[in-house]
């Protein structure tokens, strides 16, 4: 990962480097929770999420906006919310919602909360901005200037196009989402049906979109993840969505349904077979690099030659198996006629 420099926001502030944001937390499923909602909020406390979102922006009634602030503060402060990473979803800076959503819940439950997700970006200026905000109540509540990071959601064509300045406007970025239902409306999509291909196009209307954005994160260090699948009842059509991009190298993906949430985990996990084989890559390549293996800069496993590339490509697979808390059913044995 790449050294953090500081904000805008810090260098403006004179507070010195902003503290880098946590941006490899697990991210497989990302609960949508509606932030008016009580009984929503208490149940999602224990459903098997990764990362919940506590929405203040499409899944809350202009008329309930302001009071569903304070609900989400008090579920913050006095929820029992595990390991889960605790995001909440501001409305979008052409509202008047967006300046008070954000100090009110980060001066309320700061301690409390992980990021920010903010929808509809389409410049880095937005971004920014909301770095500024958020140190600007870091320093006067006098919490860690830095520690909350921000999601950034890709919406419309005018933040597809900006993704490459919105993904290095702030250190406290962690993840690149994509927005499908917005973004289709955007560029007049014939479809309405979320995340689905839209009739009479025989190829993947998403592809470039997906990988734009893909492309945008990993060179910045960031996290992708994809947007809802509406049609919450539809199990294979989840799975299908959600395989596209996990085969992309997605991270993760919106979840709207407690029943989404074991088929995001799983989708976005390597296979308990590519993780035992990407553990047995490290340690057979660690083996041959080191002395008792003869410093050789590859070598065999099995019937596959390993190298520095495919150590590469391991860490990938180990990490998403570690991150999901997986172990591993394998063990590296050196091979019997080097050590003789």
């Keep these: 990962m790449t050294t953090a420099h500081p904000s805008p926001a810090a260098t403006l502030l004179s507070s010195g480097s902003a503290a880098a944001p946590n941006r490899l937390r697990p991210r497989r499923s990302c609960l949508a929770v509606p932030g008016s909602n009580p009984r929503f909020l208490e149940k999602a406390q224990g459903l098997p999420a990764d990362q919940v979102f506590l929405d203040l922006e499409d899944a809350c009634a202009p008329l309930v906006k302001e009071s569903a602030r304070h609900s989400i503060v008090d579920a913050l402060n006095n929820g029992d919310w595990g390991k889960k990473t605790k995001v909440v979803r501001v409305n979008d800076w052409t509202t008047h919602w967006t300046y008070r959503d954000v100090i009110t819940v980060v001066e309320g439950a700061g301690p409390n909360l992980d990021c920010i997700m903010l929808p509809k970006v389409q410049d880095a200026e937005q971004v920014k901005a909301l770095d500024l905000l958020l140190t600007q109540i870091e320093k006067t509540m006098g919490f860690e200037v830095g520690r909350i990071g921000i999601e950034a959601q890709i919406e419309n064509a005018k933040g597809l196009i900006n993704v490459d300045a919105i993904a290095t406007a702030s250190p406290r970025l962690e993840t690149i989402i994509f927005g499908p239902a917005d973004f289709m409306a955007s560029i007049n999509m014939k479809s309405l049906v979320v995340g689905e291909q839209p009739p009479g196009y025989n190829a993947d209307a998403y592809h470039y979109i997906l990988m734009r954005i893909l492309m945008a994160a990993r060179a910045n260090d960031l996290q992708a993840i994809?947007?809802?699948?509406?049609?919450?009842?539809?199990?294979?059509?989840?799975?299908?969505?959600?395989?596209?991009?996990?085969?992309?190298?997605?991270?993760?993906?919106?979840?709207?349904?407690?029943?989404?949430?074991?088929?995001?985990?799983?989708?976005?996990?390597?296979?308990?077979?590519?993780?035992?084989?990407?553990?047995?890559?490290?340690?057979?390549?660690?083996?041959?690099?080191?002395?008792?293996?003869?410093?050789?800069?590859?070598?065999?496993?099995?019937?596959?030659?390993?190298?520095?590339?495919?150590?590469?490509?391991?860490?990938?697979?180990?990490?998403?198996?570690?991150?999901?808390?997986?172990?591993?059913?394998?063990?590296?044995?050196?091979?019997?006629?080097?050590?003789?």
């Design 226 to 340: 994809d947007g809802p699948y509406l049609q919450i009842r539809n199990g294979e059509g989840y799975r299908e969505v959600a395989g596209r991009s996990a085969a992309l190298g997605f991270d993760g993906k919106w979840v709207l349904h407690p029943d989404q949430v074991a088929a995001a985990n799983e989708i976005y996990s390597p296979s308990q077979e590519d993780y035992d084989h990407a553990e047995l890559i490290l340690d057979a390549y660690d083996w041959c690099t080191s002395e008792a293996g003869g410093f050789k800069g590859s070598a065999m496993l099995g019937d596959e030659m390993i190298d520095e590339a495919s150590r590469k490509m391991a860490l990938v697979i180990s990490g998403k198996g570690r991150a999901a808390g997986m172990e591993r059913t394998s063990k590296f044995e050196a091979p019997v006629s080097a050590q003789a």
